[in-house]
C-alpha cells in the first residue's frame, strides 16, 4: 500500500498523518487512507482484528481516530479492516 501526501485544503491534514496514527495505535501492518473529510475511506490490517466482528473493527479505527472525529476534521469513515490471515487469503484486495 502506498502512503498519501494529499492535503485537505480546509483542514490543512495530511493523509500520511492519519496512516501513520492509525498504523502506531493499533500497530497495524498495513494501512491506506483517502478520501476526503466527507468520505474517509481507511483499508487496514493488522493482528488486532482477528476475532473481531465488523463492528468492533470500525470502533476500533473510530476510536484511534477519535480527536479527529470529535472536532470534525471527519465527517464519515467507511473501514475496510482485515487480520493478516484475511488479507492474505483475500489476495490483498484493491483499495
Same mark, same amino acid.
Given at each position: 500500500?502506498?502512503?498519501?501526501?494529499?492535503?485537505?485544503?480546509?483542514?490543512?491534514?495530511?493523509?500520511?498523518?492519519?496512516?501513520?496514527? !492509525?498504523?502506531?495505535?493499533?500497530? *497495524?501492518? @498495513?494501512?491506506?487512507?483517502? +478520501?476526503?473529510?466527507?468520505q474517509f475511506? /481507511?483499508? &487496514?490490517?493488522?493482528?488486532?482484528?482477528?476475532?473481531?466482528?465488523?463492528?468492533?473493527?470500525? !470502533?476500533?479505527?473510530?476510536?484511534? *481516530?477519535? @480527536?479527529?472525529?470529535?472536532? +470534525?476534521?471527519?465527517?464519515?469513515?467507511? /473501514?475496510? &479492516?482485515?487480520?493478516?490471515?484475511?488479507?492474505?487469503?483475500?489476495?490483498?484486495?484493491p483499495s
Amino acid at each position: 500500500m502506498s502512503t498519501s501526501e494529499s492535503r485537505w485544503p480546509d483542514h490543512g491534514l495530511c493523509l500520511s498523518e492519519f496512516e501513520a496514527k !492509525l498504523r502506531t495505535r493499533l500497530s *497495524l501492518q @498495513e494501512v491506506q487512507v483517502s +478520501g476526503t473529510p466527507e468520505q474517509f475511506v /481507511v483499508i &487496514a490490517v493488522g493482528e488486532v482484528f482477528a476475532g473481531m466482528s465488523r463492528v468492533q473493527r470500525q !470502533l476500533a479505527v473510530q476510536t484511534a *481516530l477519535a @480527536e479527529h472525529i470529535s472536532d +470534525g476534521d471527519v465527517c464519515a469513515v467507511a /473501514v475496510q &479492516a482485515y487480520s493478516p490471515t484475511e488479507w492474505a487469503e483475500a489476495g490483498s484486495p484493491p483499495s
